[in-house]
């Protein structure tokens, strides 16, 4: 059974920072992708940052360049997404996904697993 659990939300103050961690279980992602989105109160859920297991090529979302950045552990199994400078717009729900092979990158429907998701709430 494949579990991805988030760990390292809660709130914090704009401008803060916040580290957040997924630890996989089950399987590797080493032919995919592992990666996060994020779900704010009243809207979908967007792409956030994804890494590919084996080169480590990293994927950010417009809104997050500069500020996150992802990346993963592959003695833990675990992947890891720092976030900088944090704004009250990057308040939502973060979910950790994997992707057992390549496929698009920024597509919900293209990962195979989701976690339950951990709040981040940035205030001002």
């Known amino acids: 059974q494949v579990q991805l659990v988030e760990s390292g939300g809660g709130p914090v103050q704009t401008g803060g920072s916040l580290r957040l961690t997924c630890t996989a279980s089950?399987?590797?992602?080493?032919?995919?992708?592992m990666g996060w989105f994020r779900q704010a109160p009243g809207k979908e859920r967007e792409f956030v940052a994804a890494i590919t297991w084996g080169s480590m090529r990293t994927y950010y979302a417009d809104s997050v360049k500069g500020r996150f950045t992802i990346s993963r552990d592959s003695a833990k199994n675990t992947v890891n997404l720092q976030m900088n400078s944090l704004k009250t717009e990057d308040t939502a729900v973060y979910y950790c996904?994997?992707?057992?092979?390549?496929?698009?990158?920024?597509?919900?429907?293209?990962?195979?697993?989701w976690g339950q998701g951990t709040q981040v709430t940035v205030s001002s």
């Open positions: 089950g399987r590797t992602f080493s032919n995919g992708r």
């Open positions: 996904t994997g992707q057992d092979r390549y496929r698009e990158v920024k597509l919900e429907a293209s990962y195979d697993y």
